[in-house]
């Protein structure tokens, strides 16, 4: 029911805990997603620089298909980042503390982080309905903005879940 991350250095590594396989798959699905959108803007850039260098023809709008898949890329690996521990860990002060300190300040940071992420999330969804609502249009290729809030807004929401999971599965080790 439940998947531990476990590392080379074991399953007690800092930032993993238990989470249900389910959202373990949701994540790698979104990394997934995010990891095919960087290849797409790869090959775009390089067809793109290769055309203008040796025809003179660049890809028309082929800065507005990296900006918005820069976006999607970014908020695809958000959820995949916390589910696996892999967010920036300062552990200075806490390297000789208790497991159970350390899963308490883990908690302590998943849940300022799931308030951050539920704001933006909020915020995301009623942005990209105004976006939306108004039409609003990329420069050269005229591409509706708000598509790209297609794929945003449910990663952002698994963010919102994933890190509700972490925080759940860092407050039960602590209690251990």
């Known amino acids: ?60 709008g082929d800065f507005e298909l990296v900006e918005m898949g820069s976006a999607i890329a970014i908020f695809c690996f958000l959820p995949w980042c916390q589910i696996s521990g892999g967010n920036v860990l300062v552990d200075f002060f806490t390297t000789h503390s208790s497991p159970r300190v ?23 969804v009623l942005g990209g309905m105004e976006l939306r609502d108004y039409g ?16 945003i807004v449910p990663a952002m929401g698994l963010l919102v879940l994933t890190c509700a999971a972490t925080l759940v599965g860092h407050l039960r080790r602590a209690r251990a």
């Open 1 to 60: 029911m439940s998947e531990t991350f476990e590392t080379a250095s074991g399953p007690e590594t800092p930032g993993k805990v238990p989470v249900p396989r389910a959202l373990v798959l949701a994540c790698r699905i979104f990394a997934g997603i995010g990891g095919v959108t960087l290849l797409a803007m790869m090959l775009t850039t390089v067809a793109s620089v290769t055309l203008r260098g040796t025809l003179g023809w660049p890809i028309p």
């Open 102 to 124: 350390n899963h308490l300040l883990e908690a302590l940071g998943d849940l300022v982080y799931l308030l951050i992420a539920a704001l933006i999330c909020w915020r995301l």
């Open 136 to 151: 609003e249009q990329s420069m050269v290729l005229r591409l509706p903005v708000w598509w790209g809030f297609v794929v």
